[in-house]
């Protein structure tokens, strides 16, 4: 007669058993959230990257809206510095215009450069241009 348990020990304690031992799992776990958190990495610095090309786009606007400002203006601008509050998208900006004499009369050098108001030292754009009579 043979005994009933021989069977189930021949499947269990077969060297070709099925499945996955608990050290490949684990394995294969770390191996995945290596992955996930290199993967969450990328898409904060390209949000972040973003943000930073959104802002510069905005002030680079803004800097050639307020060179174009003082260009139409009837007459030459006149040699000064001042700065200029104003708004894109929601986003509150400052300008830094300085205009400057030429060696021609009939000409002035207009610079604009443009910051966020709430981080005026770090400028995000720069316009130059000139203005005539």
Not at 81 to 104: E, R
Not at 105 to 127: H, S
Request: with cysteine; proline share 5%.
């Amino acid at each position: 007669m043979k005994n009933s348990a021989e069977p189930l020990c021949q499947t269990r304690c077969s060297p070709k058993r099925r499945g996955f031992s608990l050290i490949e799992v684990l394995v294969a776990l770390t191996i995945l959230a290596v992955g996930l958190i290199a993967a969450s990495r990328a898409a904060v610095v390209a949000t972040a990257d973003q943000t930073n090309l959104r802002d510069r786009t905005l002030a680079r606007w803004g800097a050639h809206n307020i060179l174009a400002e003082i260009r139409l203006q009837p007459g030459m601008a006149s040699p000064a510095k001042y700065n200029k509050a104003f708004t894109q998208a929601g986003i509150d900006f400052i300008a830094a215009t300085t205009v400057t004499a030429t060696p021609s009369p009939i000409f002035t050098r207009v610079e604009v450069r443009v910051a966020r108001a709430d981080n005026p030292g770090y400028q995000l754009a720069e316009a130059v241009g000139f203005s005539t009579r």
